[in-house]
């Protein structure tokens, strides 16, 4: 890992705001900009809406987004200066508040262990550290600014998942060092949990790239589009509470990566 880094090691208890894949390791860039001449901010402002990307294709670690944002959006939406990250969940476009539905499936808690972000430009690379991130409460959503990101051509986000290193872990980890747990119930009423240690590198990339010039802001909108994290799950399996993780079910957790990697999207403004 590079030294020069952000340190952002935070609980956000806020991303759904009115709502594997494969082991990699943390991409290094000659060209990253020091710490030292950055700094950044996470704070938990309600994140906009944006529209459907394109369907995810098969590659769980990249993924190719030509989604634009709506003209209403740029017309009443001005950019932060610098570079912001705006994260959250969505269903047909439409964030969403926990507990939320997808499909037949009730999910009830979800937190995520995102371990850090990188984000590339034709200048470097720059990177921050989210921490866990709790999909629970509605107050708003992640949004991390990097308010001195250098200018340049950018097109490029690495979303780093991984147990987190500090020694307080979520109290929703229940003691675990995991990088997600997802509580909630079939169509049928039975609970689940799908506990993982994921620790994968989702990169993904705008069709174009938006250029950040100086007094300027460029937002990226990541959204996790939640209509296919369950498909090909079978919740009728066993008895009881169906736990889907290392030691149980190994099969439909490999499944559950696969679907999770590929419901990330991109745009860039």
């Avoid at 935070?10 to 759904?16: E, G, K, M, R």
């Avoid at 017309?75 to 969505?90: C, E, L, S, V, W």
């Avoid at 709790?134 to 979303?159: E, F, H």
Wanted: proline share 7%; charged share 15%.
């Amino acid at each position: 890992m590079r030294t020069a880094r952000f340190r952002i090691i935070t609980s956000i208890l806020a991303l759904l705001g009115t709502h594997t894949g494969c082991a990699g390791s943390s991409p290094h860039g000659d060209g990253a900009t020091t710490a030292d001449s950055l700094d950044a901010s996470v704070d938990t402002a309600a994140p906009a809406a944006v529209p459907d990307g394109p369907a995810a294709p098969p590659d769980a670690t990249r993924i190719d987004s030509t989604a634009q944002a709506p003209d209403a959006l740029a017309a009443t939406t001005a950019p932060a200066r610098g570079f912001t990250i705006d994260i959250a969940a969505a269903v047909g476009g439409e964030i969403m508040v926990l507990p939320f539905s997808v499909g037949s499936i009730l999910v009830d808690s979800a937190t995520l262990s995102l371990y850090e972000v990188y984000v590339a430009s034709d200048r470097g690379t720059v990177d921050v550290r989210p921490g866990a991130v709790d999909l629970k409460q509605p107050a708003g959503g992640l949004n991390v600014r990097i308010p001195n990101a250098p200018p340049g051509l950018y097109s490029l986000l690495t979303l780093h998942f991984a147990p987190p290193t500090a020694t307080t872990l979520p109290a929703v980890f229940q003691g675990q060092r995991i990088s997600l747990r997802i509580v909630g119930r079939s169509a049928a009423g039975r609970p689940f949990v799908i506990a993982d240690k994921l620790t994968t590198d989702v990169a993904l990339r705008a069709a174009d790239g938006v250029e950040l010039t100086p007094g300027k802001g460029v937002t990226a909108w990541v959204r996790f589009n939640l209509e296919g994290w369950f498909d090909g799950i079978d919740f009728s399996r066993g008895g009881g509470t169906l736990d889907i993780d290392s030691g149980h079910n190994a099969d439909l957790l490999t499944r559950f990566r696969k679907n999770f990697t590929q419901s990330l999207s991109l745009t860039l403004q």
